[in-house]
T-cell receptor
């Protein structure tokens, strides 16, 4: 099993550009999450999906949209990137009833 | 949302000494308290967790204690080794759906 995978690993955008971060898991997990990690601020939840077909806002959803394409895939979209969105983005998944979060390798995004 | 405070933000110990990291929270409905370890440039990984009906849990050199009355939980690492050097995050799961709130992290340095 590949576990949780994310693409791309690195990305540089200019202010105003758009892009989609991809996440996929092959562990048959029900719940998926997107976090951003900034120095000194830990991991903050952007959006999550409790199950296929549902999405909900987390702590810092402004400027982002998500799509739970199917049970395996959960994408994060930045419609108009801003320098404040420079961060490391982690996708994670959880099997219902387990609580343990499995993280992807992360995407380092820089917005100039 | 749920708030969790983590201290200290940095911790240096000599190899072989013990390290203790403490987290406090406010929501008495919180019922699951995991600890994640993140090595430099890597993804966070679960190292130990505890549920609200248990006061202490050990796994070799690491242990977690929970004081529900005082609303704090701590990670204890004994006989520290250089490979324990990493950032450690406490987290908790509230009474609602599977949304995990993370602390701001503790950078542990074990000096050989």
């Amino acid at each position: 099993n590949a576990g949780v995978t994310q693409t791309p690993k690195f990305q540089v955008l200019k202010t105003g550009q758009s892009m989609t971060l991809q996440c996929a898991q092959d562990m048959n997990h029900n719940s998926m999450y997107w976090y951003r990690q900034d120095p000194g601020m830990g991991l903050r939840l952007i959006y999550y999906s409790a199950s296929e077909g549902t999405t909900d806002k987390g702590e810092v959803p402004n400027g982002y949209n998500v799509s739970r394409l199917n049970k395996r895939e959960f994408s994060l979209r930045l419609e108009s990137a801003a320098p404040s969105q420079t961060s490391v983005y982690f996708c994670a998944s959880t099997l219902t009833g387990s609580n343990e979060q499995f993280f992807g390798p992360g995407t380092r995004l820089t917005v100039l | 949302g749920e708030n969790v405070e983590q201290h200290p933000s940095t911790l240096s110990v000599q190899e072989g000494d013990s390290a203790v990291i403490k987290c406090t929270y406010s929501d008495s409905a919180s019922n699951y308290f995991p600890w994640y370890k993140q090595e430099l440039g890597k993804r966070p990984q679960l190292i130990i967790d505890i549920r609200s009906n248990v006061g202490e849990k050990k796994d070799q050199r690491i242990a977690v204690t929970l004081n529900k009355t005082a609303k704090h939980f701590s990670l204890h690492i004994t006989e520290t080794q250089p490979e324990d050097s990493a950032v450690y995050f406490c987290a908790l799961l509230g009474g609602g759906y599977q949304k995990v709130t993370f602390g701001t992290g503790t950078k542990l340095q074990v000096i050989p």
